[in-house]
């Protein structure tokens, strides 16, 4: 390999580590963005009527938003971002811009996760 190949490939490399780091901040960032969020005074949070977080009707696909999924794994949001670019964590569908688990995937990974067990 020439020396300027080689340059090349370490530049590469530096350029990598940058973005995985990068992409670390960020993702600590949202997760404490969204844990200052949730901590606002009780005053400013309007109460929304209680209802179920999942419908239990089994004839439907049961759809859930990446919140819910992160409140039933117990995680945050930025977890779930964090799993969807790494093609890791529950299967996910894109529908326009939304993000959707159906509640079976998240119940098979769930079921595959070596530690539960």
Not at 3 to 24: F, G, M, S, W
Not at 30 to 45: C, D, F, H, K, M
Request: glycine share 4%; charged share 30%.
């Amino acid at each position: 390999m020439d020396p300027n190949q080689t340059k090349i490939i370490e530049l590469l490399r530096e350029v990598h580590l940058i973005a995985v780091k990068e992409i670390d901040r960020l993702n600590l960032r949202i997760a404490e963005l969204e844990s200052t969020s949730r901590r606002q005074p009780e005053a400013v949070v309007t109460e929304r009527p209680a209802k179920p977080p999942f419908p239990s009707k089994s004839s439907e696909v049961e759809m859930m938003n990446e919140q819910q999924v992160a409140d039933y794994l117990n995680t945050s949001v930025g977890v779930m971002r964090k799993w969807r670019l790494f093609r890791k964590g529950p299967r996910f569908a894109k529908i326009g811009r939304a993000v959707r688990y159906r509640r079976q995937d998240v119940d098979a990974w769930l079921d595959s996760c070596s530690g539960l067990r």
